[in-house]
Every structure is written in C-alpha cells, then in structure tokens.
C-alpha cells in the first residue's frame, strides 16, 4: 500500500520564500515520488485564533489554495483541500481533549512564545495542537513534511496517537516529521524567522514593486562599501544561497570578499535571482487569478476526496470511544 504524506499551511498572510524552501518544495519532492500518496491543505480553523476579517480569510485562503498549484502541487495527484470543508476535524479534534493534559499545552514553544506578546491568550491558541494532531491523524499519513519549527507540534501529536491506541485500541498511525534539517529556518528581512505574522517575510507573488521594496528592507551592517564583507552573516545572502547556482554563489562570495560591493548590489542579484526563480510560478498564478472558477471547481474536488477518507476514520474513532451506534 502506498504511505502517505500530510501537511497544512494557515491563510494568515501570502505565501513567502519561508514556506516555499521549508514547506512547499518537500511536498513538491513528495508529489514526485509515485509510491506516496499526498494530502496538503489550507488550515482555515487554524487562522481563526487571530480573529480575521472573514473577507481577509477567504482572500487568503483562496491565494494559499492558488500558490500551492502554481507552485507545482497537482490536484490530479495531491488531494489539496481547505480544511474547513472537512469539519470532522473539529470533531477529532474534540474528541482528543480528554487525552490531553493542560500542562503539555501550556509548555508548547508555539504558546510560550504567543504569549510573551498577547495578554489575553484565547483557548484557540492553546488547543492549537490538538486540532493539528486532528488534522494529521485524522488521514493516517505516515509523515508530515513540515519546517523545523513545527518539530514539536508533531510530537504533540505522535504522543495523542499512542496514547489513543493504548487506551482504545490500535486506531491511528503514529506519524513521524518530515524535516529537512539543513534548511532549518528561513531568515526574513530583519534576521527572525520569516513568518507571515511579522512584517518580515519575502513573498513569491507580490507585484515586483513590492518584492523589490521587500528586499530593499532586509536589514543589514553598515559595513562601508568598499570594503569585504562577511557573506555568512549577512540575510541577503543567507536567503540568496538557496537559489543560486553553485557558480552564483562563488561568485557573490567572491564580490563580498573583494569590497567595492555593496548591500544595495546584492539585493538586486538577490531581486534577480526569485524574478526568475520563480517566474513560470508566477504565470500560472496569473493564469489561475483569470480563471476562479477552475479554482473553486479544483477545490469542491479536493474537498470530497478528503472528505470521505475522513467520514470513514472518525467512524471508525467513534466507535471506538463508545459514541453512537444506536441504531442503524
Ligand atoms: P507562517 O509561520 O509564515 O505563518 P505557517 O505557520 O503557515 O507559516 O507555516 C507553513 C509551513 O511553512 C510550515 O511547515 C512551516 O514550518 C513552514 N515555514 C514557515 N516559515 C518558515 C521559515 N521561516 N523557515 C522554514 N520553514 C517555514
Ligand atoms: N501548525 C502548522 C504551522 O503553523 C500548520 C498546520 C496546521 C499543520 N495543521 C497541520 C502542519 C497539520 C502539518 C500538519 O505551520
């Protein structure tokens, strides 16, 4: 039987260079590989814990669901859903938190680090990795391709899976993180974690005017311009790396290393580079944004093919609890 990959990105901003090197491109590895059976999704609950505008939610949902395909992601061959179509996750979901102690939540790094900025916490973001071991579990993957910073979240849900089996019956697959470990985190324009809560991050389909002035933002030494410069430490070139060619990349270290070679210079190879990195990306999202409908269509299928894998699972967890089954 084929295994099975899983993975879900939250429509809280547009898709950046973060998710694309540390999410997108190890599902695209994953859609190639034909013993694998795919599933990848928006996860719309998931945003609600930053009470978004609806109009800005299914804005971003829709883009979220449109950047996956133009990146790459077939829905002939990937199941690519939006969560919210498949509610039995909210019922999983439920039904996992009576196997989790408050504890294990309260010392998720996720939840620490949202509460060291947000006064009032709401039961959203401290439940989050229950939903997320719902919407993993809930389709039985083998791994989930996710970056490094989800380490934990997936750790979260191995521990609900054996916990479940123990107490109810083998049920679930314990699923194993698909991390690749030498992309780590994508630096953003201030040296943090590219990430689409902060106002930080390098989109993939802006226009180029906004991509350009997201460049222009990465913060930098004041290392005058004539003299050498160190590339490691630098986020141009520590975002350049991954897109480069091998002779690029000598080459931009040799003009750091020489002087006369200034930040402004880099960031306009760096503005190259993405422009055509990722413009065959970038037609087919133009492509997509004249046809919604195609879109809309891709989505209603995506939504059924998940569905039914999930109505069989939370059947299969129901009975398995003791819920229902009364009558026929
Ligand atoms: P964000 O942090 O921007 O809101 P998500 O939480 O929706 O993004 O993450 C979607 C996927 O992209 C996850 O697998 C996550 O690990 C990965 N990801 C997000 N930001 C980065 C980053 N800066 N470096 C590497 N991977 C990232
Ligand atoms: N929590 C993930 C993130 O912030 C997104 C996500 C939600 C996810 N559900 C998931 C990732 C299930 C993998 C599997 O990036």
């Known amino acids: 039987m084929k295994k099975r990959a899983l993975s879900g990105i939250k429509p809280t901003g547009n898709l950046h260079l973060g998710n694309y090197l540390g999410a997108v491109k190890g599902f695209l590895d994953l859609q190639a590989d034909k013993e694998v059976d795919n599933f990848y999704f928006i996860a719309d609950y998931h945003a609600l814990n930053g009470v978004p505008n609806p109009q800005d939610l299914r804005d971003r949902t829709l883009h979220i669901f449109k950047a996956l395909i133009s990146l790459g992601l077939d829905p002939e061959q990937s199941t690519i859903f939006v969560q919210s179509d498949i509610p039995e996750h909210v019922e999983l979901c439920w039904l996992l938190t009576g196997l989790t102690p408050v504890g294990l939540m309260e010392r998720a790094h996720a939840y620490k680090d949202a509460i060291a900025h947000i006064k009032n916490p709401n039961m959203g973001l401290l439940c989050y990795p229950i939903l997320q071991a719902a919407d993993i579990l809930i389709y039985d993957p083998q791994?989930?391709?996710?970056?490094?910073?989800?380490?934990?979240?997936?750790?979260?849900?191995?521990?609900?899976?054996?916990?479940?089996?123990?107490?109810?019956?083998?049920?679930?697959?314990?699923?194993?993180?698909?991390?690749?470990?030498?992309?780590?985190?994508?630096?953003?324009?201030?040296?943090?974690?590219?990430?689409?809560?902060?106002?930080?991050?390098?989109?993939?389909?802006?226009?180029?005017?906004?991509?350009?002035?997201?460049?222009?933002?990465?913060?930098?030494?004041?290392?005058?311009?004539?003299?050498?410069?160190?590339?490691?430490?630098?986020?141009?070139?520590?975002?350049?790396?991954?897109?480069?060619?091998?002779?690029?990349?000598?080459?931009?270290?040799?003009?750091?290393?020489?002087?006369?070679?200034?930040?402004?210079?880099?960031?306009?190879?760096?503005?190259?580079?993405?422009?055509?990195?990722?413009?065959?990306?970038?037609?087919?999202?133009?492509?997509?944004?004249?046809?919604?409908?195609?879109?809309?269509?891709?989505?209603?299928?995506?939504?059924?093919?998940?569905?039914?894998?999930?109505?069989?699972?939370?059947?299969?967890?129901?009975?398995?609890?003791?819920?229902g089954e009364f009558y026929a």
């Open 143 to 323: 791994w989930v391709p996710v970056g490094a910073d989800q380490k934990q979240h997936i750790e979260i849900s191995r521990d609900l899976a054996e916990k479940f089996n123990r107490i109810y019956g083998e049920t679930f697959i314990v699923p194993d993180p698909l991390i690749k470990e030498d992309l780590a985190i994508i630096p953003g324009t201030d040296g943090e974690k590219m990430s689409k809560s902060k106002n930080n991050v390098i989109q993939i389909f802006g226009t180029e005017k906004e991509i350009k002035a997201q460049i222009m933002s990465i913060q930098t030494d004041s290392t005058p311009l004539e003299e050498p410069k160190d590339f490691d430490a630098c986020h141009i070139y520590n975002i350049y790396k991954y897109f480069a060619t091998p002779t690029e990349l000598t080459k931009m270290q040799d003009n750091y290393r020489g002087g006369n070679y200034g930040y402004g210079h880099a960031k306009l190879a760096l503005l190259e580079k993405l422009l055509e990195y990722f413009a065959p990306a970038r037609q087919r999202m133009d492509e997509l944004d004249k046809n919604e409908d195609e879109v809309r269509l891709l989505m209603k299928k995506g939504a059924e093919k998940a569905r039914g894998r999930a109505q069989k699972k939370i059947q299969q967890v129901r009975k398995a609890m003791g819920l």
